[in-house]
Each structure stands twice: as structure tokens, then as C-alpha cells.
């Protein structure tokens, strides 16, 4: 038995080593457009694997996310930035992190007591009220049309296409530098919310999901872990705003708008709610999506090409029709989204392979992932 | 005083207009536990119809033609798409998240068709004003008060009298036992999401009528402002979205008629307003003002 969990351990390790190779090769192969799909999806990744935590985990309906990723964003742009304290970058970017949570600390008697739907409404004001903020405090924000993103840099070596650097005979622009930044970022994100899920306050928080009663007899802190979970979220989407704000090199405040609020709640809820796996299968899909179909619109059937005759569909829209049609039948047909999917397949090829054995026992499949918010209590 | 008064009405039009699309929030949330994000979108139907059809029917026909159209459409939506997912509290979050979705495709393709065209409703109210003593106030405000009071009484009367609204008021209250008892769920979900379609479509007319400049694609958003007004009335409360309502009305409009003395708050205040009130009722209030505390059983 134990031969069997160490070479499972072996495999893995193997798998996470493959992995891990196969994300470095990009740059050396790719051009920048699909260099910035994957910076994106990685930003927007790190950004949906926090809201996973909170929807997905704690069940809460969070319509706020943009307006974290805003304080992220806009938090290292000023901190780095000429009208602002002008602190060393590397130094900013911890520091926008905490303003991002601490955002969602002074959020957190609203986000402690408030549950679910009302929850999704009031993060709504968040977005609302903060894209106020951001076109009005024009001192700290630029106002409407932004403010531009100073390149962070580490050590020495700047996240920018400033100075020739070539590796391997591989130009090294910004977003070559930038891809190994957000992989890093990325890697914390991905370890740091798995051992969160599986640590004491994450079975706190499912248990909080499943029912706040049982989980308050249990001893469970209900409002304290509610605005954890609430600070912790919005700590992850100040780390997508500081990467984003970085892959973009300008930050303006339309950016950071309902529809972005709902584009990662899609994220979460395509991939399938409360998987790390699955809020990062969302994020590429949904911030891929509308850029590739807008690279290959005259290739594609029923599309025209952007700026062509008013009332064709353009790529644009196409892109949305497939989002928000992907959204509806995910949840109707596939509730538990992409890594449900992803996971009955594998079940099946692993049953088909081995017919007659006992069932893998080393390997307890993963308890069927419960969806948004607890299954038997009536909101008022 | 003038321009109190001047505010005071404004604010009353609005809430009005408001009260129709929140009534419609509460009466979907009431039947089926499904807070609808589809609605802005919704409205934005009724109201292309409206300006599409006015040319060939009249305003009249359009708009009854409009409001029918809409509340099948609204029904459709529920019956076919959102009802496969049951009936608990559980898949209500989930459908909650698929009426986002169902948003996306409709807001997609009436942007799309309205482009950034700037449609007339034809009305006929136009730009008419009346002198009330020293205030002048649009006919159309005036329209939209009376209107919204009548058809309010009626959705109430509705409410109390019918057969579906008692259906409704047992099935929010414990949909088990209604459906033991002889309530047919699906049939009166779908008449409560009809019933908010014919609303939506209603207050559609008057967002876009003056001194609006018309429907665009963007009129839709306003519904988002009855967010804020059917949640601070506690979303399962009919009374409760009537005075969330007129808060939310009176507040934008007096913000934005007093805009000069509260200039640090910053231009275009009165469009965060709303979300401003909500956050500060929840504060002390998370269930709303009218809501009822939820009984957990274990």
C-alpha cells in the first residue's frame, strides 16, 4: 500500500515537474498577443481562484471583485507612482496587496453579517461607489483617462522592454519578462489557496456553506470566518489588479466596471464553484475567449471583422452571445462547470481501463464539489 | 423652496418609475427565491419594442402589445430555462447566477441593434409641462406618478385578493407545504416573472419619456438603481420595495438637485447615491428595512 502512495507521490511530482516546464516555454516560442492571452488569464486566474474562495467555499455571492482588483491596481500605481509616495516597486507591490485586503477588512461589517444574495448587492455599491472614487480623486487616480503603470522592478532587473535582453537567442521584451512574473504569482496563488481549502479555517468555511447553523453549533466562528474569507478574497484580486495594471501599463477606471465584476463570477461558475482547478479553467476561457475571436473573426462563420458594416455581429458580440450562452447551459447541464466535466471524464477512461480491478482506493475521488451557498436554509 | 419643490417632485416621478421595476425584483424573489439580474435587460426589451412598433400601432397598441410580449418573454425565460433547475433554495442561487447569463445574451443583442441610436417612444406626453403654483413639472412625471400609483394598487390588489396571490404568499412562505397543499409552483413562478415583465416593460416608457432624451442602450442600467431600492426595503417585501423606492428617488434627486453644495462628494453623485443609502441601511439593517429575520433550522 505504501510502495503504491509513494509512487502515486512520484507521479505526481513528475506531473507538476511537466507542468511546470511545459508554462516556462512559451516566450520562447510565442509571439506577444499570445504572450498577453496568457498574462491575462493568469492575472484573471489569481483573481478567480479568490472569488472562489469566497463563493465557492464560504457561499457567498461576491459582485465586488472589480472594485479589489481596482484597489490593487490603482493601489501599486500610486504608491509607485510620481504624485504618490514613489516607493520602490518591489516594495509596492506587497503593500497594494494589503491595501486590497484591508479594503476588504473595512468591508467586512457589511460582509460578516450580510449573506448571500445581499451580499451580491452590496458589493455591487462597492463597484459602483468605487468607480466614483476613481474618476473623481483625479489627485491620486488621473481621473478619467488613468494614470500609466510604472514597470516594477526586482533587483536590478526591470519587468520592462527598456533594455535589450536576449535569452537563448529569444529577444526578452516586456511581456516575456512579465510571463515569468505572473507563472510565480500564479504558482503562490494555486499552492497558497489549495492549502488554504484543506487547512482548519477552509473546512470551516465548507462547513459554514453547507449549514451556518451546524457550523456555529460546531464552534465556528460564523461572522468572524465569513469576513476572513471576504479579506483573504479580496487580497488575491488586489494581486490580479497589480498584474493586470502591470500587463496593461495604464490603468483607467472603465476598465474596472460591473461587467468585470460579473466576468469573474462567470469565471467561477464556468469552471465549477469552489475548485481552484476549475476557477482557473474559467479565467483562460472567459478572458481568452473574446481575443481570440476578435484575432480570427474573418476566419470564422457568421462573424464580421471589427468595424465593418453597423448591425453585423461582430467579434465582440459573438464573443459575449457564446460567454453568456456558455453560462446558462454550463449551469443547467453541468452544474459543477468545466473541472466537473473534467473530472466525470476521467473517472469513466479510469473505469475503462481497468474493468475488473477493485476500485482505487489509494485515490478516493474527490467528494462531489457543492455549489454556491448551503443547500437547505430559505433566505429571507 | 422652488427648487425643493422642484426636487421633491422629481424624486417622487422617479421613485415612482423605480417602485414599478422593484416590485418586479421583489415579486420574482417572493415566488421563486431568484434575485433577477436579467431584469435591466428586460426593461430595455419592452421599451425597444415600444419604439419599434409606436410608427405602425400607435403608442397605445405598442405599449400594450410592448407589455404583453415582454411578460412572455419574462415567463418563457423562467418556464423553460430557470425552472429545470428545481425549485429549493439552493438551485435559486444558482438560477440567480444563470438570469446573469440569460442578461449578457439580451443586453448583447439589443446594444447591438440600438447601436447608439437615440429612440423616440412616441409619447404622448412630449415635452409638455404643467405649472403646479410656483413648481413646473413635466407631463410625463405627472404620467408616470399616476401611472405607477394605479398599477401598483392593482399589483397589490393582486397580491390580496386573487387565488395567485394567496398561491404566491403560501409559496413564499413554505414552498413545501404549498406545494402539499395544492400550489402549482411552476405555474404561479411563471406567472410572477410574467407579471415583472409586464412592469419592467411599463417603467421602460417612462425612463425613456422627457425630459430623458430617449431609449439607448444603456437605459437598462437605470434598473440597476432599483437594486438598491428593493434590497433596503428587504427583498421579500412588497411594501418595503414601495418605500425603498421613494428613498431611493428622493435621494437621487435631491442629490442631484443640490449637486453645488455637495460639490466634494464629486460630479455625477447622484448616480452612486443609491448605493451609498443601501450600504448604510445594511449597516444596521442586513435584512432590509421591512425584511424579516431569517429563522434557521437546524
Known amino acids: 500500500m505504501s510502495d503504491r502512495i509513494r509512487a502515486l507521490l512520484t507521479r505526481r511530482r513528475a506531473t507538476l515537474l511537466t507542468v511546470a516546464v511545459l508554462l516556462c516555454l512559451p516566450p520562447f516560442y510565442l509571439d506577444a498577443f499570445w504572450l498577453r492571452i496568457g498574462l491575462f488569464s493568469m492575472a484573471a486566474a489569481i483573481g478567480a481562484i479568490g472569488l472562489a474562495l469566497l463563493s465557492g467555499t464560504a457561499g457567498q455571492l461576491s459582485l465586488g471583485h472589480a472594485f479589489f482588483l481596482a484597489v490593487g491596481a490603482y493601489g501599486y500605481t500610486w504608491l509607485a507612482g510620481d504624485p504618490g509616495p514613489g516607493l520602490p516597486t518591489a516594495l509596492a507591490v506587497p503593500l497594494a496587496v494589503l491595501m486590497a485586503g484591508l479594503a476588504g477588512g473595512l468591508f467586512s461589517p457589511v460582509a460578516g453579517r450580510v449573506k448571500g444574495i445581499y451580499l451580491g448587492i452590496a458589493t455591487l455599491a462597492l463597484v459602483f461607489l468605487g468607480h466614483h472614487v476613481l474618476l473623481t480623486a483625479e489627485s491620486v487616480t488621473g481621473g478619467f483617462n488613468g494614470r500609466s503603470v510604472p514597470p516594477l522592478s526586482l533587483g536590478g532587473f526591470t519587468f520592462d522592454a527598456d533594455r535589450e535582453l536576449t535569452v537563448l537567442g529569444v529577444p526578452f521584451g ?39 447553523t451546524a457550523a456555529a453549533v460546531m464552534g465556528v466562528d460564523v461572522a468572524r470566518h465569513r469576513s476572513a474569507a471576504f479579506v483573504v478574497s479580496s487580497m488575491y484580486a488586489g494581486l490580479a489588479g497589480v498584474l493586470l495594471a502591470l500587463a496593461f501599463r ?21 469552471g465549477g464553484l469552489g475548485s481552484v482547478a476549475g476557477a482557473t479553467a474559467g479565467a483562460v476561457f472567459v478572458t481568452a475567449l473574446p481575443l481570440l475571436m476578435t484575432r480570427y473573426a474573418d476566419q470564422l462563420p457568421l462573424v464580421a471583422a471589427p468595424g465593418s458594416a453597423e448591425g453585423a455581429v461582430g467579434p465582440t458580440e459573438a464573443a459575449r452571445y457564446l460567454y453568456g450562452a456558455a453560462i446558462v447551459l454550463v449551469l443547467l447541464y453541468a452544474p459543477d462547470g468545466l473541472h466537473g466535466l473534467a473530472r466525470r471524464a476521467r473517472d469513466r477512461l479510469r473505469r475503462r481501463r481497468t474493468p475488473t480491478t477493485v ?3 489509494a485515490v478516493p475521488s474527490p467528494p462531489p464539489p457543492a455549489a454556491a451557498a448551503r443547500p437547505k436554509e430559505h433566505t429571507p | 423652496m422652488t427648487d425643493l ?53 400607435g403608442f397605445a397598441g405598442a405599449l400594450a402589445l410592448a407589455v404583453l410580449v415582454t411578460a412572455a418573454l419574462a415567463g418563457a425565460l423562467d418556464r423553460f430555462l430557470l425552472q429545470r433547475g428545481g425549485h429549493d433554495a439552493h438551485s435559486a442561487h444558482v438560477q440567480t447566477i444563470v438570469t446573469i447569463g440569460i442578461d449578457i445574451v439580451l443586453l448583447t443583442e439589443l446594444a447591438r441593434r440600438i447601436g447608439g441610436d437615440l429612440l423616440t417612444l412616441g409619447d404622448p406626453w412630449g415635452d409638455a409641462v404643467t405649472e403646479l403654483g410656483p413648481v413646473t413639472v413635466a407631463d410625463s412625471r405627472l404620467a408616470a406618478i399616476a401611472v405607477s400609483a394605479v398599477v401598483i394598487a392593482g399589483v397589490f390588489a393582486l397580491f390580496r385578493f386573487t387565488p395567485w396571490g394567496l398561491s404566491l404568499r403560501a409559496a413564499a412562505e413554505d414552498t413545501e407545504a404549498a406545494a402539499l397543499m395544492g400550489v402549482h409552483l411552476g405555474r404561479v413562478r411563471a406567472g410572477a416573472w410574467c407579471l415583472a415583465g409586464a412592469l419592467a416593460a411599463l417603467a421602460a416608457v417612462f425612463l425613456a419619456a422627457f425630459p430623458a432624451p430617449g431609449l439607448e442602450r444603456t437605459t437598462g442600467q437605470i434598473a440597476l438603481n432599483a437594486f438598491p431600492a428593493a434590497i433596503l426595503g428587504g427583498l421579500a417585501s412588497p411594501t418595503g420595495a414601495l418605500a425603498g423606492s421613494l428613498v431611493i428617488g428622493l435621494t437621487e434627486a435631491l442629490v442631484v438637485g443640490y449637486q453645488s453644495e455637495l460639490h466634494m462628494l464629486g460630479d455625477g453623485f447622484g448616480d452612486v447615491a443609491p448605493y451609498a443609502v443601501m450600504l448604510l441601511v445594511l449597516l444596521v439593517r442586513p435584512n432590509g428595512l421591512f425584511g424579516a429575520k431569517g429563522a434557521a433550522r437546524v
Open chain 1, 250 to 270: 495604464r490603468v483607467v477606471p472603465d476598465y474596472f466596471g460591473l461587467v468585470l465584476s460579473v466576468d469573474y463570477l462567470a469565471m467561477i461558475v464556468i
Open chain 1, 359 to 361: 476500485p482505487d482506493t
Open chain 2, 5 to 57: 419643490l422642484d426636487s421633491l417632485l422629481g424624486g417622487l416621478a422617479l421613485g415612482a418609475v423605480y417602485a414599478l421595476v422593484a416590485l418586479g425584483f421583489v415579486v420574482i424573489f417572493k415566488a421563486s427565491g431568484v434575485l433577477n439580474f436579467a431584469h435591466g435587460s428586460l426593461l430595455l426589451f419592452g421599451g425597444y419594442l415600444v419604439a419599434v412598433l409606436h410608427d405602425d400601432l
Open chain 1, 174 to 212: 516586456a511581456e516575456e519578462r512579465l510571463w515569468f512574473l505572473g507563472l510565480a504569482l500564479f504558482a503562490l496563488t494555486w499552492f497558497t489557496a489549495r492549502g488554504l481549502l484543506r487547512s482548519r479555517p477552509g473546512r470551516a468555511l465548507a462547513a459554514l456553506r453547507d449549514s451556518e
